[in-house]
């Protein structure tokens, strides 16, 4: 179909993701460097004759990557297949120092999988064609601008041979949103299995595939059928590398093609580079086909077997499976399952707190205290796990009267992140202790005493006296008091 004849009909947006997830294994897919990097790491010093790709170097297939391919696969609901294999990708590239990468082809590890998630409250089940092993390619450091402006390009084989899975989706997304949405639950499963760090620099990379086609070719479920996605030139978009990145990309080349083609030009089959800096996609050179990459077995890598690693290789409670036991088990509201499932060490130390204690006070303590104090100060459970006696003791404190929910939350919470100190230390030494009731007493005398004006307006009817008079008792008392406590002597002692 003609651009011209294109523009005059609505457009739908078609969208297919290839996602590189480096997978987290101690060494890299096919040799024995590290994949740890260091503080003072120097570029190029990771590295060795295999992943180099220097001549006569062997590579060798790294086991830990194969189970963590296989846990995805089993994670996504997919087909692992009995016997895999590994091709040569053939292209050129600086950052690839064979010019072959080794993949997978036509034999993936995982194939037939799906992962449902909720956009804007509605489920929708996003179908994965494929996921397979492959390695990683080096970095390119662009000196004096991106990759269409820089004065020069420096060349890191240190991330060159990571182990990488490359999650392929079919064209299921009708939007950017939906491929941000997709991205997190992604993520979320893969942090779960154990075998993805997402605060790792470059771990998850996006290529989107993304085309028009008329919008009277969508089916009611949303399916495209084949000869309408054939017709339509597809544009694929590089260098995604974060949730909000693929939808801010994606949303601009949404653009960019409708644009076009209400200007009655065609939309060219090529690949585009994200330049996030400039919020732009820029060509980058037209779009290879299949037949383009040559390739061809890898005859230095024996086929696979793998017929019966997905029943012996086990995956935790997913995400999901646990937000619904929470709400099970817990009785915990929705909103509540889901912060407190947000990641697995978060699920993990709200079961260890809500051992000792009732669910609905853990879940506040977790959900609301710490993990909102964490956030502020940018840091993560993980940063505070091996406190989970500190914690539990605070909270024991609290739920024993020792010390009123406000000063464990405002003074004694802050202080143990903010100087490591241990709850019972913050709290002897700023003589945070919950006043007794003789002391209470006399300060409910005193606020009295001293106010005869708001004494008087709450004889009068007026709401607010009251909270005004507690104000000055927990005032007197250091805020020692418990404030519950204080405004029923207050209404007692007043209706006298």
């Known amino acids: 179909m003609t651009a011209q004849a294109l523009s005059q009909r609505d457009l739908a947006t078609v969208i297919g993701l290839e996602v590189h997830v480096q997978l987290e294994t101690d060494t890299k897919i096919f040799c024995g460097c590290s994949t740890e990097p260091a503080d003072d790491e120097e570029p190029n010093s990771r590295t060795c004759p295999v992943c180099l790709g220097l001549p006569g170097a062997l590579p060798v297939l790294n ?47 995982c194939a037939d999988g799906s992962l449902e998630l909720s956009v804007e409250g509605e489920r929708r089940e996003i179908d994965i064609e494929r996921a397979h ?33 490359e999650i392929v989706t079919e064209p299921d997304f009708r939007s950017p949103q939906e491929t941000r949405a997709f991205l997190a ?13 997402s605060t790792r620099d470059g771990s998850l990379r996006v290529d989107a595939n993304i085309s028009l086609v008329p919008a009277d ?65 820029v060509s980058m050179r037209s779009k290879e086909e299949e037949k383009d990459y040559r390739y061809f077995r890898e005859a230095d890598l024996p086929p696979l077997e793998v017929a019966d690693w997905k029943e012996r290789i086990a995956i935790p409670e997913l995400p999901d499976a646990r937000r619904e036991r929470f709400r099970e088990e817990y009785g915990l ?11 697995k060490e978060v699920a993990d130390f709200f079961e260890d707190v809500a051992e000792a204690f009732d669910p609905d006070l853990a879940a506040t303590w977790v959900a609301d205290n710490l993990l909102g104090e964490l956030n502020y100060r940018d840091m993560a459970v993980t940063d505070v796990d091996d406190r989970l006696d500190e914690f539990t003791r605070l909270i024991e404190l609290v739920a024993e009267g020792e010390i009123t929910t406000k000063n464990a ?17 913050i709290i002897e030494a700023a003589g945070l202790g919950t006043a007794d009731d003789d002391e209470v007493a006399v300060a409910v ?12 307006d709450y004889h009068a009817g007026e709401g607010g006296a009251i909270n005004f008079l507690v104000g000055q008792v927990m005032q007197k008392t250091g805020g020692s008091a418990d404030p519950g406590d204080v405004n029923g002597m207050l209404r007692e002692r007043l209706d006298e």
């Open 445 to 456: 005398e005193e606020a009295i005493g001293e106010n005869p004006d708001a004494v008087e």
């Open 133 to 165: 092993l492959e390695e990683d390619p080096g970095s390119l450091q662009h000196a004096g601008g991106g990759i269409d402006t820089a004065d020069y390009t420096l060349v890191d084989y240190n991330r060159a041979g990571t182990p990488l899975m």
């Open 333 to 343: 509201d929705a909103e509540s399952a889901s912060k407190l499932t947000s990641t």
């Open 409 to 425: 939350e405002e003074v004694v919470l802050r202080q143990m992140l903010d100087e490591g100190d241990d709850p019972d230390s």
């Open 185 to 197: 639950k992604l993520e979320e499963v893969l942090e779960y299995l154990g075998v993805f760090d």
């Open 63 to 109: 086991e830990g990557a194969v189970e963590a391919a296989v846990k995805v696969g089993k994670a996504l609901d997919a087909d692992v297949a009995e016997h895999t294999r590994f091709h040569r990708k053939n292209y050129y590239y600086p950052d690839l120092p064979k010019n072959f990468q080794i993949t997978q082809y036509d034999a993936p590890i």
């Open 217 to 281: 070719e969508v089916g009611e479920d949303g399916s495209i059928g084949l000869d309408a996605l054939e017709a339509a030139n597809r544009t694929e978009v590089k260098n995604i590398s974060s949730h909000k990145g693929a939808e801010q990309a994606l949303a601009y080349e949404v653009t960019r093609q409708k644009n076009a083609v209400q200007r009655g030009r065609a939309v060219e089959q090529e690949t585009r580079h994200w330049d996030e800096s400039r919020g732009i996609t």
